[in-house]
């Protein structure tokens, strides 16, 4: 019986496995797991019985692939993807395709959940879930009163995460979209709700709840330091140590990247010995994973797709193609995302495997 989390040893066995069929370069190495350069996405789509169904069978379709990264969020379709994640998990697991510590499992919490559909008056929702229960306090919520890092809210969705998954362990565990409580407090505020939430995952961590964690963002480590959706890499890993020292166990950040949106490579925005770099080489020379995600900008790129990476890229047929091969080819980046609710988007995103990503003088030269 394998580790109920993802391992070096089964990591590198699901690599092995796929050796013949993917190009050099497709398995990276981070802290000794081998993880795929594209991992399957869940985020997109309708919270319906069909939709449930096509995630389970490309979740599964992808693992078969070569795909080795499954990363969710548990108010994506209103829980239902963490849950068909779950069912493929199970899927894989009793045909023998894939044993648990091949796999790397991420999910987020964050934005308050609704159950299977959207409710028809959501204040009287969330008051009944959430707040008459005592899970979250008023005075927690952000933005337009949906998202909480409060201690009680975090517990609670780690748990329900866990069940939806149908494992014991989650590898990785992002705080959803900090940057939402950034923009509504002062940043001492900011840093004092961030601190509590490190230390309900170190609890977590101990517990053997999850692996680690980290934040999955949107805007936060794509604006300048002026922004007040801004969040500092090194004010985190401030936190992490003042909660857990220097054994803590904050270890990914998530940011979107794709042609169109290219800050983390290209933005200098990241405080960093006294001057300012891009978000990739603050999380690179922190020797944490960086995991990017909407590579197609939620399939707005297909229809609008650079000219100067068309004709730059002309062994790859499709924009979904070259855009996935120009984000793994992205230096700093360990793993991207592409939501993939169809069989066929997974043989077809995954054909980019079999080619190696681009040298750096592969990808300058695309610059001109």
């Known amino acids: 019986m394998s580790d109920p989390y993802a391992t070096p040893q089964g990591t590198s066995r699901c690599a092995e496995r796929f050796g013949g069929r993917t190009a050099t370069g497709h398995y990276r190495t981070w802290r000794d797991l081998r993880i795929s350069s ?18 389970e069978a490309a979740i599964v379709e992808a693992v078969r692939s070569g795909a080795n990264h499954i ?4 108010n994506y379709r209103c829980m ?16 023998e395709v894939a044993t648990r510590d091949e796999i790397f499992l991420a999910t987020k919490g964050g934005y308050l959940p609704f159950e ?4 028809s008056d959501t204040d009287a929702y969330i008051k009944r879930r959430f707040l008459d229960p005592g899970l979250v ?5 952000a933005g337009d009163g949906t998202h909480s890092l409060g201690r009680r809210f975090l517990r609670d969705q780690v748990e329900r995460s866990r069940a939806n998954l149908g494992v014991d362990c989650i590898d990785l565990y992002y705080l959803h979209n ?8 002062a940043k001492v505020d900011f840093l004092a709700r961030i601190r509590s939430a490190f230390d309900v995952m170190e609890e977590f961590v101990e517990a053997g709840a999850i692996r680690s964690y980290g934040v999955s963002s949107w805007d936060a ?17 401030e936190q992490a140590e003042r909660v857990a020292g220097n054994s803590h166990h904050f270890a990914a950040v998530q940011l979107p990247f794709n042609p169109a949106m290219m800050e983390g490579f290209a933005l200098n925005g990241q405080p960093r010995q006294g001057g300012l770099v891009s978000a990739f080489e603050a999380i690179s020379s922190e020797g944490l994973l960086c995991a990017t995600s909407s590579p197609l900008l939620q399939g707005r790129l297909l229809k609008a797709f650079p000219a100067f990476l068309t004709a730059g890229m002309k062994g790859f047929d499709t924009h979904a193609a070259r855009a996935l091969q120009f984000a793994r080819s992205v230096p700093g980046i360990h793993t991207v995302l592409v939501g993939m609710s169809d069989p066929f988007h997974v043989a077809e995103n995954l054909a980019v495997t079999r080619e190696k990503p681009l040298d750096e003088e592969e ?3 695309l610059f001109g």
């Open 116 to 119: 299977r559909e959207p409710p």
């Open 80 to 95: 239902r993807s963490e849950r068909a994640v779950g069912r493929a998990l199970a899927r894989l697991i009793e045909e």
């Open 71 to 74: 990363d969710t969020a548990i």
């Open 137 to 141: 306090k008023k005075s927690e919520l």
């Open 38 to 55: 594209i991992g399957i996405g869940t985020y997109l789509g309708s919270p319906d019985d069909e939709t449930d169904e096509r995630y």
């Open 363 to 365: 990808l300058m030269a």
């Open 178 to 185: 900090p940057e939402v409580q950034a923009a509504a407090l």
């Open 221 to 237: 480590f794509r604006v300048p330091p002026s922004a007040r959706q801004h969040v500092a890499l090194e004010d985190l890993l």
